[in-house]
């Protein structure tokens, strides 16, 4: 049984996910399931990106290389995707940090222009 919804923000999750192996995307989908079932995801599934407000990254490895899907929660029961990368090195870039902030943004803006045309 859902817990939460997962949603994707534009196509830059559904971009990332087209571009990797069958057996990754796999993966993914084995995450995201986690995600929209269990009450309490554990760490290694979903984690809180330390120094932002509300961003989490889904945490995916398979074998020895590791993924990264940005993430957050709207109204606490909607998880929205963003964008995705292989991680290559231990910290996360903080590039890849400043655009999935910059998404979360733009979804935020969008959302509250669709508001004030109720």
Known sequence: M??????????????????QP????????KIIEAIETLERVPQNYLKAITGTKGLYE????LFSNIWRVFCFFDEDKLVI???GFSKKTQK?????????????????????????KK
């Open 2 to 19: 859902k817990v939460r919804t997962v949603i994707t923000y534009k196509d830059y999750f559904e971009d990332f996910l087209k571009k």
């Open 92 to 116: 996360t870039p903080k590039r890849e940090i400043e655009k999935a902030l910059r998404l979360m943004n733009e979804y935020y803006n969008e959302k509250e222009q669709k508001e004030k």
């Open 58 to 61: 889904a945490r995916i490895s």
């Open 81 to 83: 995707l963003l964008n």
């Open 22 to 29: 069958k057996k990754v995307q796999d993966k993914i989908y």
